[in-house]
């Protein structure tokens, strides 16, 4: 199968959608993967209290189509004076929010501009959303794989289903650097040998596992999650706004890493995708079935530990 090399955007999270071959022109998406026109969704459960649902069936795969989206969502976040909480959830069952996209032309995210921050969208947006005068809380049942964690980690807290969720920065199984600023983050929130342990093996961490590395705040029985969330953050809905931007803001001074560390992460993607091992094990992966199969985005560890050695 050919795919387009795509060293922009999201692709730092969950990867970018790029070939060997350069592919001038993005071929044909898979029936299964069809863009949809509305993958994220706004419910304003009262004006001070959001749901951000992830609908983008069947592997929530996220592509450039979903970029603005995204930043429209962070920029309302920003702006709107009543919001006080957003809670980050998915409607696919089985996956929270995956890599990016490899069908898309490169130029589909290449041509894009820097965010506010100086930043490529990606980085960008989840540069905002930690710094956003907002409490962001992502509710994971399910995979949350490159993008999926990089969105995580940007948010202020993570509630995870003990039974369900897995998260993984993948990348290195693919030989390519994460972009999306784990490299940064982990090693503040879990320490240096334990961050290493995610982002060098690629492998899977369950929600009882994440919550003993501190990946998440808690891990809760799948039954109990959705109440405990809807109450947490019901309850910091009630709370002033400017104090808990104010508390959000000081608490960052103390624990964000600087946007250039997030930068230099995306600098190291950009570099990595370019490789020719990158680029076989791509290939590799989307013959093997990748965004079409479920086995190969369920099981994403094994396909990744299976790929040739550099010779």
């Keep these: 199968m050919k795919a387009t090399l795509l060293a922009s955007a999201f692709v730092a999270a969950g990867l970018m959608a790029f070939t060997p071959a350069f592919a001038e022109k993005a071929p044909d998406a898979p029936k299964g993967n069809q863009p949809s026109k509305d993958e994220i969704k706004v419910v304003k459960v009262t004006p001070e209290y959001w749901r951000v649902v992830i609908d983008h069936p069947p592997f929530n795969i996220f592509g450039p189509e979903t970029i603005p989206q995204l930043n429209k969502v962070i920029t309302a976040l920003e702006t709107d004076p009543k919001v006080r909480v957003v809670v980050f959830e998915s409607a696919v069952p089985g996956f929270f929010l995956t890599h990016y996209d490899f069908v898309p032309a490169l130029t589909d995210t290449t041509s894009m501009k820097n965010g506010s921050t100086g930043l490529p969208p990606l980085p960008d947006m989840l540069v905002r959303l930690s710094k956003a005068p907002v409490v962001s809380i992502v509710k994971v049942r399910g995979r949350a794989t490159g993008v999926g964690s990089e969105l995580s980690l940007a948010s202020d807290m993570r509630f995870a289903s003990r039974e369900k969720a897995l998260f993984s920065q993948w990348e290195i199984g693919a030989a390519l650097v994460p972009g999306g600023g784990p490299m940064a983050r982990l090693p503040r929130m879990m320490g240096r040998g334990r961050a290493l342990e995610v982002v060098l093996t690629g492998d899977d961490i369950n929600g009882d596992l994440a919550e003993r590395y501190g990946y998440v705040n808690r891990s809760l029985p799948d039954a109990q999650l959705d109440d405990f969330v809807d109450k947490l953050a ?78």
Aim: without cysteine.
């Design 234 to 311: 019901r309850r910091i809905s009630r709370f002033d706004k400017q104090s808990l931007a104010d508390i959000k803001n000081l608490v960052n001074e103390n624990s964000l890493p600087p946007d250039k560390e997030i930068g230099a992460g995306w600098d190291a993607f950009i570099t990595s995708v370019k490789r020719p091992q990158a680029q076989k094990n791509i290939k590799t992966l989307m013959d093997d079935g990748l965004q079409v199969k479920p086995d190969v985005e369920v099981r994403l560890p094994y396909y990744t530990g299976k790929l040739d050695p550099v010779p």
